[in-house]
């Protein structure tokens, strides 16, 4: 427990002074580092509700240390990361469930196959997120190189979560989990 929340923490150092380098850099960084620690984590827990805490913890260390970092900003009252409040509490959702659905991909039935499909279905959103024009965490020249590192993670989850012929199965429930999230935000 204690090493999850240390190394999100030394994560979160890294991304904070990857932070003032370029933004594209800074945008694969985070959260996918995270996001990868996050597997790791859940996907060795010994238990369901040791997933659920050490993917807290994992999720809560990059924060922890990334709020840390905003103390040494010029003309910062408050300890903020940037964004609203509403879309940090999804981002730690998000986190949190990638990590409980690595830890439930372990089994070997079809509700295995189906956390697998979750967790690389939900990787797949901050990818949809920054990759579309106007959309809220828009990044500039994250297409097609970023959006390349995503499908690589979304696939590497997939390829290590998923179990021999059921991988189609993940796959298939982690594009349309990406594809229903690309249409609710394009309105179509």
């Given at each position: 427990m204690v090493l999850s929340l240390l190394m999100g923490m030394l994560l979160g150092g890294v991304g904070a002074l990857l932070a003032y380098g370029p933004e594209l850099l800074y945008a694969l960084y985070n959260?996918?580092?995270?996001?990868?620690?996050?597997?790791?984590?859940?996907?060795?827990?010994?238990?369901?509700?040791?997933?659920?805490?050490?993917?807290?913890?994992?999720?809560?260390?990059?924060i922890l240390s990334l709020l840390a970092a905003t103390i040494f900003e010029k003309n910062t009252?408050?300890?903020?990361?940037?964004?609203?409040?509403?879309?940090?509490?999804?981002?730690?959702?998000?986190?949190?469930?990638i990590?409980?659905?690595?830890?439930?991909?372990?089994?070997y039935d079809r509700w295995g196959d189906i956390a697998a499909g979750g967790a690389a279905?939900?990787?797949?959103?901050?990818?949809?997120?920054?990759?579309?024009?106007?959309?809220?965490?828009?990044?500039?020249?994250?297409?097609?190189?970023?959006?390349?590192v995503?499908?690589?993670?979304?696939?590497?989850?997939?390829?290590?979560?998923?179990?021999g012929c059921d991988r189609v199965c993940s796959a298939l429930i982690a594009l349309v989990l990406g594809a229903s999230y690309f249409v609710f935000l394009t309105g179509i």
């Open positions: 959260p996918y580092a995270y996001l990868l620690f996050v597997v790791v984590m859940g996907r060795t827990a010994v238990g369901f509700g040791w997933a659920v805490l050490s993917s807290v913890l994992a999720a809560f260390g990059p009252w408050l300890l903020s990361l940037g964004g609203d409040g509403a879309s940090m509490n999804l981002l730690i959702a998000n986190l949190v469930a990590g409980v659905f690595s830890y439930l991909a372990k089994r279905g939900l990787a797949l959103f901050d990818g949809i997120d920054k990759a579309m024009p106007g959309g809220p965490e828009y990044v500039s020249g994250f297409w097609p190189w970023g959006v390349a995503v499908i690589a993670i979304a696939l590497g989850m997939l390829t290590s979560l998923g179990r």
